[in-house]
């Protein structure tokens, strides 16, 4: 799973496992690759903040991209 952020954004990645894979604030330009089991839940601050979601290298949409939606998916 890899997500890119075009601006500061709150995540919290969990895997199938129900481990965290990742949780707290991602600055503007930066990205972040996890391994785990999916599917992952996945917890966005800010919807707009995320500029790409990719699965295996296949993107994937988000349910929202408006400015300030919260946004909370599980992802194959």
């Known amino acids: 799973l890899t997500l890119e952020f075009s601006r500061v954004c709150w995540i919290k990645v969990v ?3 129900g481990a965290t894979l990742t949780q707290g604030q ?3 330009g930066g990205s972040v690759n996890l ?3 999916a599917p992952f ?3 966005l601050g800010d919807a707009a903040a995320v500029s790409a979601v990719r ?3 296949s993107a994937v949409s988000l349910p929202s991209q ?3 939606d919260v946004v909370r998916v ?3």
Do not use: W
Request: hydrophobic share 25%.
């Open 26 to 28: 991602q600055n503007a």
């Open 55 to 57: 699965i295996n290298g």
């Open 74 to 76: 599980t992802l194959p």
């Open 66 to 68: 408006r400015s300030g």
């Open 35 to 37: 391994d785990g089991e």
């Open 15 to 17: 895997d199938a496992t």
């Open 41 to 43: 839940r996945v917890t």
